[in-house]
């Protein structure tokens, strides 16, 4: 069993940074990405790093946002910057034992409970 737990949300002003973190504990595995809900709206992806290191971004959050892995810390962390209001959603991270998953829900089985992130205009 994996277990997943984000921190790091909050509420901040249109065009400010933030960085989630999202610590892993449990066993193994190899892919790991963050989601996210906005009010009314399906869940989407935000960013994948999978298990052969390779990244896919959402169009919607390139050259903003920025994934990374802390193996050592099993840690993952998304740095956002350049927050738009619509970027105002729950945020989930995710992980996976496949090696090469497509950013998408349903081929994640590990979620965590999620961190809202606010962004004001």
């Known amino acids: 069993q994996v277990q997943l737990a984000e921190s790091g949300g909050g509420s901040v002003q249109a065009g400010g940074p933030l960085r989630l973190s999202c610590a892993a504990s449990g066993a193994a595995i190899f892919s790991m990405a963050w989601f996210r809900q906005a009010p009314g709206k399906e869940r989407e992806g935000v960013a994948v790093i999978r298990g052969d290191g390779t990244i896919i971004y959402a169009d919607s959050v390139k050259d903003r946002f920025t994934i990374s892995r802390d193996d050592a810390k099993n840690t993952l962390y998304l740095q956002m910057d350049s927050l738009k209001s619509e970027d105002t959603a729950m945020y989930y991270c995710?992980?996976?034992?496949?090696?090469?998953?497509?950013?998408?829900?349903?081929?994640?089985?590990?979620w965590g409970q999620g961190t809202r992130v606010t962004v004001s205009s």
């Open positions: 995710a992980a996976t034992r496949n090696y090469l998953p497509p950013l998408t829900a349903t081929r994640f089985a590990y």
